[in-house]
């Protein structure tokens, strides 16, 4: 049980397009999922926190109107790449913790997105 | 802000034990995390701390001293497969839920 996807799971697009990724938890609700970008070989930085039903909230440095984030259902999570540029490649994962849970602590994490921006 | 700070590469012989440590620096700790990572692969959890002491989970091991804002992940009997990356990640609870920020993360080759 407990399990994330993400689509899709490779995605190229041309300089000033936007690309969308979906993060879905298939067996269980997620009233909160999380974005996550990891550049090669280094950490996992928390970008947004997604809750369902309301704005993310964003960490700081993460640009609002860049990455937009929709958590329109209790499964599903969205976040859109806006007129992404190269500096946007990037390995972007979610993860969801199950709903009705707020204390409990362990994240369940999709496969990740790997994103080249030509 | 966070921050965790861990070796960054660490090599060990199959069979052997090996210990990653972690330091942090943060506000609003509410426990420690462990995570693994294959390349090009999705974080996996491996352990939680929220008070001091060690926790066993089969071969995997995790120690947390919250006075000294540090802790270890233990690994005994290492195989192969055990390489990968190792990640802890303090757990802050802030507007209404925990966040996780990762460390620095360890990268463990195991060989024979």
């Known amino acids: 049980g407990a399990v994330v996807s993400q689509h899709p799971s490779r995605v190229i697009c041309k300089s000033g397009t936007s690309v969308k990724i979906e993060c879905r938890s298939l067996d269980f609700q997620a009233t909160t999922m999380f974005w996550y970008r990891q550049f090669p070989k280094k950490s996992l930085m928390l970008m947004a926190t997604?809750?369902?039903?309301?704005?993310?909230?964003?960490e700081q440095g993460v640009e609002k109107d860049k990455f937009l984030i929709n958590h329109a259902s209790l499964t599903l999570s969205t976040l859109t790449v806006t007129s992404a540029h190269p500096e946007d490649s990037s390995f972007y994962i979610c993860?969801?913790?199950?709903?009705?849970?707020?204390?409990?602590?362990?994240?369940?994490f999709g496969p990740g997105t790997r994103l080249t921006v030509l | 802000g966070q921050s965790l700070e861990q070796p960054s590469e660490v090599t060990a012989v199959e069979g052997a034990i090996v210990q990653i440590n972690c330091t942090y620096q943060t506000s609003g700790f509410y426990g420690l995390s462990w995570y693994q990572q294959h390349d090009g692969g999705a974080p996996t959890f491996l352990s939680y701390?929220?008070?001091?002491g060690l926790e066993e989970t089969g071969r995997f091991s995790s120690f947390l001293s919250r006075s000294d804002s540090y802790g270890y992940l233990l690994l005994q009997e290492l195989q192969m497969k055990d390489s990968a990356s190792y990640f802890c990640?303090?757990?802050?609870?802030?507007?209404?839920?925990?966040?996780?920020?990762f460390g620095t993360g360890t990268r463990l080759t195991v060989i024979p």
């Open positions: 993860s969801a913790r199950l709903a009705g849970y707020s204390y409990y602590n362990e994240q369940f």
């Open positions: 997604s809750n369902e039903g309301s704005k993310a909230t964003y």
């Open positions: 701390n929220a008070l001091d």
């Open positions: 990640a303090v757990i802050i609870y802030r507007a209404g839920a925990n966040n996780l920020f």
